[in-house]
Structures are given as C-alpha cells and as structure tokens.
C-alpha cells in the first residue's frame, strides 16, 4: 500500500521554466491538497480538490495551477517558475476532507528554482 | 482565523527522559486539533489527532498528546524518549477555510541525545 507517492522528489528550474508536480493516492480518498513549506513557517495551503472534478484555491495560489486528472491524481503546475517558488511541496489526500478527517501526506518534492 | 502556536523551536531531551513538545491554539467553535512528525527528507507523518472526548489522546510510537481547553492547550508528550524520536513536529489546527485545510504551526525539532 503505497499512500500518497509524489514525483519528482527534487528538481532544480531556472526562472521562467515550467514544470508539473505529479502526486498520487492509492487509498480511495476524494479530498486532495497541495501545500508548499518553507522554513519557519510550517505548512501553506496552495490549492484543493474536495472531490473529483473540483478544484479550489488556497491561501497561497499565485503562480500555480492544478488539475485533478482523475479521483486517484491531482497534479500541481508552475507556468512560468520564480525564486520566490523554491520550497518543498507535499501532496496530501484525506478520505472525505471534513472537518474530523485524518490528511496523509506524500513525501514531498523538493524544488529550487534559480 | 484559526492558529496554533509552537513557542519552542528547539527542544532538547535526555534519552529515557519524558518529553513534551508544546503547542496552543486559537480557534472559534469546536478545535480538532492535530499532531505530526517530519523525518530529515521525508513526509510528514501523522501521530494523532484530537476531535472530542477524553483529553488525553493516545497515537503512534508511544506518543500521547493532552488536551486542555481552559489553557487552550495541546501538548506533545512521551514517557521515556528516544534517540529515533528526533524529528521535526508540527502542531496542526482544522479551518473550515478552503476545504477544512490544516493550519500548521511553524514546528519544533525534538533532538533526543544518548
């Protein structure tokens, strides 16, 4: 049981580059985050999915967009990359996304962008 | 908004000693309140959580946590600590904000010395 598995796990960029940050989840959950963590500051929220087919922003969106492919896949994508996005992003997913609800997190993909 | 607060960004124990990792919270309504642990290049690692009921809440690898809601408290214990118990924590608090997102507080790193 794999649980939330994200790819790349590190990545360097150049500004201005694109890329996508894959994140997965074997576990039959309907809600999916991605956050981003930066050193003294814990955990952000950049986007959500409650469901799929759905996407909602987070408190931190600018310069990021998302697509939940399917109920297992909700990918994060950086149109045009800046030094302000180095960080380390985890995926997580939770079964219903309510209020109770446990959120289990993936590994992390650790980006620099130059 | 809700919150939560580590005062700690350092915390240091004896292996064998108890542990406590401290963490309060600012919330309106009900808290549900949360704990996880962060490995060197990993994912964060749920240990347990608070929802209602008994105040002291038992989870993963011994840890217990106590709930004290006249001191708005959530502190992280363990009896007699670990060497592998040195990690990064994180206090978490439930927003029903953008999809019931965790707000996290700015974690404490245990360093468990033999």
């Known amino acids: 049981n794999a649980g939330v598995t994200q790819t790349p796990k590190f990545q360097v960029l150049k500004t201005g580059q694109s890329m996508t940050l894959q994140c997965a989840q074997d576990?039959?959950?309907?809600?999916m985050y991605w956050y981003r963590q930066d050193p003294g500051m814990g955990l952000r929220l950049i986007y959500y999915?409650?469901?799929?087919?759905?996407?909602d922003k987070g408190e931190v969106p600018n310069g990021y967009n998302v697509s939940r492919l399917n109920k297992r896949e909700f990918s994060l994508r950086l149109e045009s990359a800046a030094p302000s996005q180095t960080s380390v992003y985890f995926c997580?997913?939770?079964?219903?996304?309510?209020?109770?609800?446990?959120?289990?997190f993936g590994p992390g993909t650790r980006l620099t962008v130059l | 908004a809700q919150s939560v607060a580590q005062p700690e960004d350092q915390v240091n124990v004896a292996e064998g000693n108890p542990l406590t990792v401290k963490c309060t919270y600012s919330?309106?309504?009900?808290?549900?309140l949360f704990w996880y642990v962060q490995y060197p290049n990993r994912g964060l690692q749920f240990l347990l959580k608070?929802?209602?009921?008994?105040?002291l809440v038992k989870g993963s690898y011994g840890f217990e946590a106590e709930f004290n809601k006249s001191q708005t408290s959530f502190h992280l214990k363990k009896p007699s600590a670990l060497v592998s118990d040195s990690a990064l924590y994180f206090c978490?608090?439930?927003?029903?904000?953008?999809?019931?997102?965790?707000?996290f507080g700015a974690g404490t790193i245990l360093r468990v010395k033999s």
């Open positions: 919330v309106s309504g009900n808290p549900y």
């Open positions: 608070y929802i209602t009921g008994d105040n």
């Open positions: 576990m039959n959950h309907n809600s």
């Open positions: 999915s409650a469901s799929e087919g759905t996407t």
């Open positions: 978490a608090v439930r927003d029903v904000e953008y999809g019931n997102k965790l707000v």
């Open positions: 997580a997913s939770a079964y219903s996304g309510g209020s109770t609800d446990t959120q289990y």
